[in-house]
């Protein structure tokens, strides 16, 4: 667990710098990052298939797409608004694994077995809470109300992770890459956000 929390911390503080300095460039070096980086993993993964799908439509709009999107998050209504997708995403993910992990017992999908629908549900409950609280404290202004919207969040997020999980079965690996300490991959790290990034920003748009 110690392996998994001091990366975890880490990363977190490079992000959080990022978020929030004026200039945008610092932010968009580390997206220039992610989508080169989150492109080698999906290929190691991948490097098997030769189908237009793997090698031209999910890098495209499985990876690049998002990583844009958060930035036009943070361009378009401002450093609070991605602080908050990606603290709920985060949240989302740790109440899944420590749920499932301590009482899980029925399994979610064949997709990826360790998945519960204990920690489904308790990643459930636990962002519709923790949405109610971000958003005042974040003062992030939407109209649809937070349950609804951490939910949704809840949904992307779990969606998200099975799909990298479904790419990862399908060829036979267990993690994306070794760059994160006792995380794997950051494709494994950012499945969720990859999905709930562009949900929020459309949200955002349609609810501000």
Same mark, same amino acid.
């Given at each position: 667990?110690?392996?998994?929390?001091?990366?975890?911390?880490?990363?977190?503080?490079?992000?959080?710098?990022?978020?929030?300095?004026?200039?945008? %460039?610092?932010?968009? !070096?580390?997206?220039? *990052? +992610?989508?080169?980086? =989150? $492109?080698? /993993? &999906?290929?190691?993964?991948?490097?098997?298939?030769?189908?237009?799908?793997?090698?031209?439509?999910?890098?495209?709009?499985?990876?690049?797409?998002?990583?844009?999107?958060?930035?036009?998050?943070?361009?378009?209504?401002?450093?609070?608004?991605?602080?908050?997708?990606?603290?709920?995403?985060?949240?989302?993910?740790?109440?899944?694994?420590?749920?499932?992990?301590?009482?899980?017992?029925?399994?979610?999908?064949?997709?990826?077995?360790?998945?519960?629908?204990?920690?489904?549900?308790?990643?459930? %409950?636990?962002?519709? !809470?923790?949405?109610? *609280? +971000?958003?005042?404290? =974040? $003062?992030? /202004? &939407?109209?649809?109300?937070?349950?609804?919207?951490?939910?949704?969040?809840?949904?992307?997020?779990?969606?998200?992770?099975?799909?990298?999980?479904?790419?990862?079965?399908?060829?036979?690996?267990?993690?994306?890459?070794?760059?994160?300490?006792?995380?794997?991959?950051?494709?494994?790290?950012?499945?969720?956000?990859?999905?709930?990034?562009?949900?929020?920003?459309?949200?955002?748009?349609?609810?501000?």
């Amino acid at each position: 667990m110690f392996t998994r929390i001091i990366p975890a911390l880490i990363y977190g503080i490079i992000f959080y710098t990022c978020i929030y300095q004026k200039n945008i %460039i610092f932010l968009n !070096i580390l997206l220039t *990052y +992610l989508i080169i980086q =989150l $492109n080698i /993993e &999906l290929y190691r993964v991948t490097k098997r298939s030769k189908s237009i799908i793997f090698k031209i439509f999910i890098p495209i709009f499985y990876i690049i797409l998002p990583v844009i999107i958060i930035q036009k998050i943070k361009l378009e209504f401002g450093s609070n608004y991605l602080l908050f997708v990606i603290f709920i995403t985060w949240i989302n993910d740790i109440s899944a694994f420590v749920i499932g992990k301590k009482i899980g017992k029925n399994k979610l999908s064949n997709i990826s077995p360790n998945k519960t629908i204990e920690g489904f549900l308790g990643s459930l %409950i636990i962002s519709i !809470i923790i949405c109610h *609280y +971000l958003l005042t404290a =974040l $003062n992030v /202004e &939407l109209s649809i109300n937070y349950i609804y919207l951490g939910a949704l969040m809840s949904l992307s997020c779990n969606i998200g992770d099975l799909f990298e999980s479904f790419i990862k079965r399908k060829f036979k690996k267990k993690d994306s890459g070794k760059i994160m300490l006792g995380h794997g991959g950051i494709l494994d790290r950012l499945d969720s956000l990859l999905l709930s990034a562009p949900l929020f920003y459309l949200i955002s748009i349609y609810s501000n």
